[in-house]
Structures are given as structure tokens and as C-alpha cells.
């Protein structure tokens, strides 16, 4: 009983033909059985399909049919079901509706009855451009691949996009319910991970400040996005991810030019996707909103790649309850990346599940990264709690306990301001050195890599006019066109901070690559409604924890511990959100956190988040129902 059905209007692409016309499919949608499929227009391979095909309830062309690869000379029943078992609980492309309607022929085991499923010996050559999984193929044996169709519900992603076999990337050509866009994701059954290829089908999204090659990239800002053309090369990050065999499935939601923008109205380009977590309506934190929200929400999303200039990875790996990394300063190169700061910006990821996060870092940072496992034995805290007032000063402290344990370790409670003042008698307080630092870089930076050559040319091809920007670049970009300080200025504090840090707190060290560990509170399940009306943005000045690896260029990571509950004015209900701590350790030490963190996983003191309205428990989305 397959119930499929081509819609009609992509169907015309089949029959019309026009000579001399730059012409051409861009595939197809079906459903199956209730489910949303993608049929990419290019042909994988073709198969004799003569005694295969006899009787089909076929649609549009295309015949739902299963291939499966075995060695097993006689292949019975009960090594199909034990297959199709396997197929069922790794992908979620694969159904029931791919097993029907076609007799198995010549390349084929002949004695399993009635269904469409081919099985390949290994040698038949074919199973190398057929992998094992579900297809389309038509009745003259052009083998489709099968992607399932998703609603990107939350509103994460600013495009969702399909490569083509050369691996050119284009514009999705799709839609389904969801009042969003779709997002199409390859069976996870095509894909075997290999030495060269790891990430071999892990399903990424990537902000949209990142290049890609014949998309547009909007920066967050619509102007932009239809004033350039489309990228014609691919920024240096993702091309490793999709080197090592990752699949981008869509650009996602940054704030604009990636500032700091808080819903709803920083955000007047676009909308601020939905954080999934509690009672759905708070923010999402920026500027990697979309990796945050799209990764908390989808469990057909493996990785998401944002980027962190000041806390824009930590920000909504903190709101979300997701591991995510702003590396040391210049490992990860960021070669076709809107800037920021160039002196500040970082590219990391943002996910669910740990040991991922370990095999995709290799893939980003490659020669930069040497992952070790001797691990510190001092464990600084900074603004920690001292006692469980709260539940999440609780877990906070259970979690500190348990790592303590873990690592036989010491740990000692510092102060930034007064250890800064004891060593630096003379210096000014360290909230005075760094007060201006962060807004004064990123905006003379961002005027004159990225406002001032924009400007410029919408005012040539516009008869003088300005493109529209949203308030909060606006009110950075004002401050920096008013400070008398310089850039030169400002590393010159960062460079006086930065040198007292790594020779005096985070200390390079030959056995543990750190002479400690330093711990600060990420998020404590605070509210943050997005249906507020707040004040004007404004210039993000001051020194806090968020800064210290902004000018300290040591990797931060975002470490989800549990979630607290709190009484939601929108539900009217108690609800969760999620409980975070950053780890530091000194610059270049990214590959001992990412061990770290494994081993944390191994022993139980961390769990793999959950998408869903609860980081740790999962469950449906509030408003949203599967
Ligand atoms: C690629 O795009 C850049 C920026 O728009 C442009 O300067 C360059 O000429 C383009 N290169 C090619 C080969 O099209
Ligand atoms: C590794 O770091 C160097 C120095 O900052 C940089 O030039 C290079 O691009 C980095 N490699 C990667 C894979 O990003
Ligand atoms: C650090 O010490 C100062 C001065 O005693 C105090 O005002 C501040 O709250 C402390 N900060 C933290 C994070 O403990
Ligand atoms: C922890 O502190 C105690 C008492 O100050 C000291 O004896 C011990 O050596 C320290 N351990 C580590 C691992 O630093
Ligand atoms: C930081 O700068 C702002 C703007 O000049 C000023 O209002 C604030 O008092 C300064 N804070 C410190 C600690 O210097
Ligand atoms: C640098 O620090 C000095 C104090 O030593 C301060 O007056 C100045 O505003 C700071 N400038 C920047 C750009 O951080
Ligand atoms: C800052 O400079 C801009 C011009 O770039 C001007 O329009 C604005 O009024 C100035 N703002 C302040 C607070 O001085
Ligand atoms: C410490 O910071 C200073 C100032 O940025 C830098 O020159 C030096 O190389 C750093 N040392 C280490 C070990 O990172
Ligand atoms: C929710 O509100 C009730 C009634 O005011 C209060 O007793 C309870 O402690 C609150 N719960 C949380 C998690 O804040
Ligand atoms: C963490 O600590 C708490 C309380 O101290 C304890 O109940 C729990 O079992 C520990 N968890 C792990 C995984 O060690």
C-alpha cells in the first residue's frame, strides 16, 4: 500500500520541452505513505530494470525501491527483517513505503517474494555508485536518491539548500507544511565513515556569515544578501567539514553582521528563530542563533557551525544546553567569513553530543589540534556559587564536586579584579583597561572591513542611497565612528591583559598542556522572554567571564550540566531550562578539553543533550506537536 504522489507542478518539468531554452529539472517532491521525500534530478546510476518492474504502484515516474548489499549467498527472510530492523533504527529517510511492488531481478537474490528491494552482491559492480538504502528509480531503471523533506519549524535557517553529485550546492527547490522553509536530508544509509572521510553523512548547518559556493550569503542583513552575487568559493572551514564528508543541509539565522541583537525588536531584518527549550518563547542568544535553536530543536541536525567574537557561539550553546567551542584564537582559519574582529573572531561548533564534537574539531582545526588526556589537577572557579540557594547553584556545585573527584583535584575560587589589582599595582582596575576594549575593536574593525565597502557600493549602484541596518550594528558602528582611541590602542590593552593571563592563571604546561582548569557559570535557567519590550540597544562595554578568552585568545567551552525549573508567565506552568559551565584552559589546549569532556561523558558526570523542550529529558516542542 504505497501512497505516492508527485505534485503536479514540478511534474510539468518532465513534459515540457523547450529547444534552445536554458532548461533544466531541478527535481522533484513525493510523498510516501504520509512523509515528504526530495528527488534530486541527477541519476546516481541505472539498473536493468526490465525483470524487475512488473507490476508498480508507481507515481510521476517513480518507483520507492531499497537496495541492500550482502554476502550472504542465500539471503532469506530473516536476514531481510534483521536488515530492514538495522535500516529502521539508523535512518530516518528509510521506511516501510521503500519495500514493495517489484520482484527482485537478474542482479538479485530471486526467492523473497514480492518487493522492491534489490540485494547486491559485492560482485555486482554496482554496489560501489549504489550504496545500501532507499531510492527512487523509474521505470527505466534511473536510480534516484531518496531525501527526506523536514519543516524548519522554529524559523533556524535563512536557506536550505541540496549539492548536486559534483557537489555544487543550489537553493532547495522545495516546500511542505510548517509555515518555514524545508530542509532535506539524505538517508543516513549512503554514507559509511572512513579514515578520509569521517564525518561521512553527518548533517551540518552553517551560519550564514560563511560562504558557500553559488549561494548567496546574507550576513543577516537582506540588503546584502541580494546585492552580491553568490559566492564562488567556499569558506575555508566548511570546505574541511565537506571534505571530510559532511553534508550541508542549510545556511542558518545569524543577527545582523553578526552583533549582538535580543528579540524581538534588534531583530527588523529578520526574525529571530525560536528557542525550543521551556516554555518556547525565550531568546535564542545571538549571533549563532540559528545553529543554537536549529541543534536544540532537530534530532535529524547532527552539527551546526557558528562563529564567536564575543560569546556568539557561547551565547546560545548557553540558552540552548549545547556543547559549543570558541576555539583558541587563530586555530581554526576563517578564509570567506564576514568579520568582526579579526583580532577576536573564532569558528566553532555548536551540538548535542560530545563525541561528535571531538571527531568534527578534527576535521575543522586539522594541523591545529592534538587531542590529550593528562588533564590538570587545580580548578580556579570564577563567580561561582558557594552554596545550593538555588537548583542550579545545586547542580552547579554537585557537578564542580563530581569533576573535583574525578581529576583529583584542588580547586581555588578567583577574583579577576582583585587578582588583577595584587599583581598590577599600578596598572589601572582591570574593568577600566578593558572597559572599551571589545566595542572599540569590533567596530572601527567592522566599519572598515565591512560597513565602509558596503556603503560605498550600494551608494554607487543606488544614486547615493544607504541599505537599511538594524539598530544594534548601527549604535556599535556609532560608537566607533565617535571614540578617539584607536585599534592599535586597544590590542594594547588586550595585549597587557593577555600576557599577565598566560603567565600567571592559564599557564602552558608540558604534561597537561595547562597548569589548570578555569571554571565560570555559562547559564542558570534565567529567563529571557522574547515578548518583552525592552530598551535601545547598546555599546557593550565592561569586563566580565564572557570576555576572558575574547582577549585572552584561550579556548572556551560551553559544558550543558542539567537543567532548573521556573515559573513561565507564558505557560502559566513550571518549566526547565537549561544549566551550563564554560571550561577554560590555556590557549592551544582545545584538543585536552575536547578529551576531557569524552571522558566526562564515559564516567556519566556529562550527558548527550536531548532536542526537544528539555535538554535532558527531550519531549515535544510546546506549540509544536510531531
Ligand atoms: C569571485 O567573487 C569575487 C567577489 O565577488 C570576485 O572579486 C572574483 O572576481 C570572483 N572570481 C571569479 C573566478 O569569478
Ligand atoms: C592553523 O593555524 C594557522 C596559524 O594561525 C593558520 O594559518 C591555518 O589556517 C590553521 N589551519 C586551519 C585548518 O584552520
Ligand atoms: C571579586 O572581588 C570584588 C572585590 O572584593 C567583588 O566586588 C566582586 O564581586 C568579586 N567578583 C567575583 C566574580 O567574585
Ligand atoms: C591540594 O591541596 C593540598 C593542601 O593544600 C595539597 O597538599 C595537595 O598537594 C594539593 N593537591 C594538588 C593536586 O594540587
Ligand atoms: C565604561 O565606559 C562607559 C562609557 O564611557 C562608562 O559609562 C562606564 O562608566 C565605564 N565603566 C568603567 C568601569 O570604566
Ligand atoms: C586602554 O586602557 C587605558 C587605561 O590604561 C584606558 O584609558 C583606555 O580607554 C583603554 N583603551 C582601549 C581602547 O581599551
Ligand atoms: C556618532 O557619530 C555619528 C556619525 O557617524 C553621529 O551621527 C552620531 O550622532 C554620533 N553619536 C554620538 C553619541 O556622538
Ligand atoms: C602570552 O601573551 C602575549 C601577549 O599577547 C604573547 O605575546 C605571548 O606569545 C603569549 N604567550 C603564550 C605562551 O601564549
Ligand atoms: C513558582 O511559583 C510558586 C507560587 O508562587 C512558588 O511556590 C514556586 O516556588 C515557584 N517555582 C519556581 C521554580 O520558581
Ligand atoms: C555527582 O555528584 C552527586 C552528588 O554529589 C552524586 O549524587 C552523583 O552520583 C554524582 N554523579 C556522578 C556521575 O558522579
Known amino acids: 500500500m504505497v501512497a505516492i504522489d508527485v505534485l503536479a507542478t514540478l511534474a510539468l518539468a518532465y513534459l515540457v520541452r523547450i529547444a534552445g531554452a536554458a532548461f533544466s529539472s531541478t527535481g522533484f517532491t513525493v510523498i510516501l505513505n504520509d512523509i515528504y521525500y526530495f528527488v534530486p534530478p541527477d541519476v546516481i546510476t541505472t539498473i536493468p530494470m526490465a525483470k524487475i518492474l512488473s507490476t508498480t504502484a508507481s507515481s510521476g515516474g517513480f518507483i520507492p525501491l531499497t537496495a541492500i548489499t550482502t554476502s550472504v549467498p542465500g539471503f532469506s527472510t530473516s536476514d531481510l527483517s534483521t536488515v ?34 534489490i540485494v547486491i552482491s559485492p560482485e555486482a559492480q554496482i554496489s560501489t555508485v549504489l550504496p545500501p538504502g532507499p531510492y527512487f528509480v523509474t521505470p527505466g531503471g534511473a536510480v534516484h536518491q531518496a531525501y527526506r523533506l523536514y519543516s524548519d519549524f522554529e524559523g533556524a535557517f535563512s536557506e536550505s539548500v541540496i549539492s548536486n553529485p559534483q557537489g555544487l550546492f543550489s537553493v532547495l527547490p522545495a516546500g511542505i507544511v510548517g509555515q518555514s522553509l524545508a530542509v532535506a536530508v539524505p538517508s543516513r544509509l549512503y554514507y559509511t565513515k572512513t579514515a578520509e572521510k569521517p564525518l561521512s553523512g553527518v548533517r551540518l548547518g552553517v551560519k550564514d556569515i560563511y560562504d558557500i559556493a553559488g549561494l548567496r550569503t546574507s550576513n543577516g542583513n537582506r540588503a546584502w544578501y541580494w546585492f552580491y552575487p553568490p559566492a564562488n ?16 543541509v542549510g545556511k542558518m539565522i545569524t543577527s545582523q ?26 531568546d535564542t542568544s545571538s549571533s549563532s542563533s540559528g545553529p543554537g535553536a536549529g541543534e536544540g530543536a532537530y534530532p535529524w541536525l547532527d552539527i551546526t557551525l557558528g562563529s564567536d567574537t564575543g560569546g556568539s557561539i557561547r551565547g546560545p550553546s548557553q540558552a540552548q544546553g549545547l556543547f559549543g567551542n ?24 555548536l551540538t548535542r553530543n560530545p563525541v561528535l564534537w571531538t571527531e568534527a574539531a578534527k576535521a575543522l582545526y586539522k594541523e591545529n589540534i592534538t587531542i590529550t ?10 563567580g561561582f556559587p558557594t552554596s545550593a540557594d538555588s537548583v542550579a547553584d545545586g547542580l552547579i556545585l554537585d557537578f564542580l564536586a563530581n569533576l573535583t573527584d574525578f581529576l583529583h583535584a584542588n580547586v581555588t575560587a578567583f577574583n579577576f579584579t582583585t587578582a588583577w589589582a595584587a599583581d598590577n599595582p599600578s596598572a589601572p582596575p582591570i574593568n577600566t583597561l578593558l572597559n572599551i576594549t571589545y566595542p572599540l575593536l569590533i567596530s572601527k574593525e567592522q566599519i572598515r572591513l565591512v560597513r565602509d565597502p558596503f556603503y560605498a557600493d550600494y551608494a554607487a549602484a543606488h544614486d547615493g542611497r544607504r541599505p537599511f541596518i538594524d539598530p544594534a550594528p548601527l549604535i556599535r558602528w556609532s560608537f566607533g565612528d565617535n571614540s578617539s582611541e584607536t585599534i592599535e590602542d586597544a590590542i594594547a590593552n588586550k595585549t597587557e591583559f593577555m600576557s599577565w593571563f598566560n603567565s600567571t592563571i592559564l599557564v602552558p604546561d608540558t604534561e597537561t598542556c ?89 564516567v556519566g558526570i556529562v550527558q548527550v543533550s536531548q532536542t526537544g523542550m528539555s535538554s535532558v529529558n527531550g519531549g515535544e516542542i510546546l506549540f509544536k506537536k510531531r
Not at 239 to 245: C, E, F, V
Not at 326 to 349: Q, Y
Not at 592 to 598: G, Y
Request: charged residues 15%; hydrophobic residues 35%; proline residues 7%.
Open 84 to 117: 530492514i530492523s538495522k535500516f529502521s533504527a539508523t535512518d530516518d529517510v528509510f521506511q516501510d513505503g521503500f519495500l514493495e511492488a517489484i520482484s527482485p531481478g537478474q542482479i538479485c537474490s530471486s526467492n523473497l517474494g514480492n518487493s522492491n528491494m
Open 233 to 248: 568559493v567556499t569558506a575555508t572551514p566548511v570546505q574541511h567539514l565537506i571534505d571530510s564528508g559532511a553534508v550541508v
Open 257 to 282: 553582521f553578526a552583533n549582538g541583537e535580543t528579540a524581538t525588536a534588534d531583530w527588523v531584518d529578520y526574525h529571530e528563530p525560536f528557542n525550543p527549550r521551556g516554555d518556547g518563547y525565550q
Open 326 to 349: 570558541r576555539p583558541s584564537h587563530g586555530l581554526v582559519s576563517l578564509a570567506h567569513v564576514m568579520p568582526l574582529a579579526p583580532e577576536l573572531d573564532t569558528s566553532g561548533f
Open 373 to 382: 588526556s593528562s588533564y590538570p589537577s587545580t580548578i580556579l572557579t570564577y
Open 514 to 602: 595547562s597548569s589548570s582548569l578555569l571554571l565560570y557559570v555559562g547559564s542558570t535557567a534565567g529567563t529571557v522572554y522574547r515578548n518583552v519590550y525592552r530598551s535601545a540597544p547598546s555599546v557593550p562595554y565592561g569586563f566580565s567571564s564572557g570576555r576572558i578568552s575574547v582577549f585572552s585568545e584561550a579556548p572556551d567551552f560551553v559544558i550543558p550540566i542539567g537543567q532548573a525549573p521556573y515559573n513561565s508567565t507564558i505557560t502559566q506552568h513550571v518549566e526547565y531550562l537549561p544549566v551550563t559551565i564554560d571550561f577554560m584552559a590555556a590557549k592551544g589546549c582545545d584538543g585536552m578539553l575536547f578529551s576531557l569532556v569524552e571522558d566526562l561523558l564515559k
